[in-house]
């Protein structure tokens, strides 16, 4: 028998093994992340994040002050801050302790048509946290925007998002068995969510990570180009490339990142993605 026929079923169990523990992962996770639900959330005026950070051309328009708050109901199987998924594990702070650092970067972010993004994790977990800081922002003149997968969009009250000037709206996928394999939670409530941001006339940049495999099939593209292009209130859709740079925080974690054999798209699926929108008269970026 030749060597590479002894080594076919040894690579086979391996592939299986991984793909067995990789599952057995993925599901302890999702275990995890009903349970932050029940979490309560931090008195009013404080609130738990995991950061706070600087960016340009990703959180919004222009240079955005990115609150990265602690606590999460999803497990995307592509997600790349797992260190925001518990609340348990981020800092206390008051929202004047935020304000604070905001003011030390407002003159920077003013002239270069930026603001301030509350994302995660997610925000809308901590709704009164989350409602206060951009309240504050919106009040003293900043630009706000929020990052927020809709999963939580009930919690969001008018109010709140008044003082929100952009919704940055992650829809996973438009294929509910696709989007519950993708995060373990149902598309429903996302969709909900859109529908009232586009009652309420609030503008959204819709974000769609394109995963091969996962999120490409055309008719899955296609159902959600049709949807938004039902909204009136999305003003673009950034197609995301799916990566795999956050897999060293995943081992400094201890955790497994599920889809460390997934490559990232290619040109030609981004340009199929692209004209996928466009054909439905959806801005794409």
Not at 107 to 115: K, L
Not at 213 to 219: H, K, Y
Request: charged share 25%; aromatic share 6%; glycine share 10%.
């Amino acid at each position: 028998m030749r060597d590479s026929q002894l080594n076919e079923p040894i690579a086979r169990l391996r592939q299986d093994s991984i793909a067995r523990l990789r599952h057995e992962s993925t599901a302890r996770l999702r275990r995890d992340a009903a349970a932050e639900l029940c979490q309560a959330e931090p008195a009013a005026g404080s609130g738990v994040i995991e950061s706070w950070d600087l960016s340009v051309g990703v959180d919004g328009p222009g240079t955005r002050f990115v609150v990265f708050t602690c606590g999460c109901p999803l497990r995307c199987l592509y997600c790349h801050n797992p260190e925001t998924w518990r609340m348990r594990d981020g800092r206390r702070v008051t929202v004047d302790e935020v304000m604070t650092e905001v003011d030390g970067y407002r003159r920077f972010i003013s002239v270069a048509g930026g603001g301030v993004t509350v994302s995660g994790g997610e925000p809308l977990l901590q709704p009164r946290f989350t409602g206060e800081l951009l309240r504050r922002c919106h009040e003293s003149g900043l630009h706000t925007a929020l990052d927020t997968s809709g999963f939580l969009g009930d919690r969001a009250s008018d109010a709140l998002l008044a003082d929100t000037d952009l919704v940055l709206l992650d829809i996973k996928s438009y294929d509910p068995k696709g989007y519950r394999r993708l995060t373990g939670a149902s598309l429903e409530p996302t969709l909900r969510f859109a529908r009232r941001l586009a009652d309420l006339g609030r503008p959204v940049w819709v974000r769609f990570v394109l995963v091969p495999g996962l999120t490409d099939e055309v008719e899955n593209v296609d159902g959600l180009a049709r949807f938004v292009a039902t909204l009136g209130n999305v003003e673009r859709v950034d197609v995301l490339p799916f990566h795999r740079m956050a897999a060293g925080k995943y081992a400094r974690l201890g955790l497994t990142f599920p889809l460390a054999d997934v490559r990232p798209p290619d040109r030609a699926l981004l340009d199929r993605v692209h004209a996928q929108f466009a054909a439905h008269g959806v801005t794409s970026v």
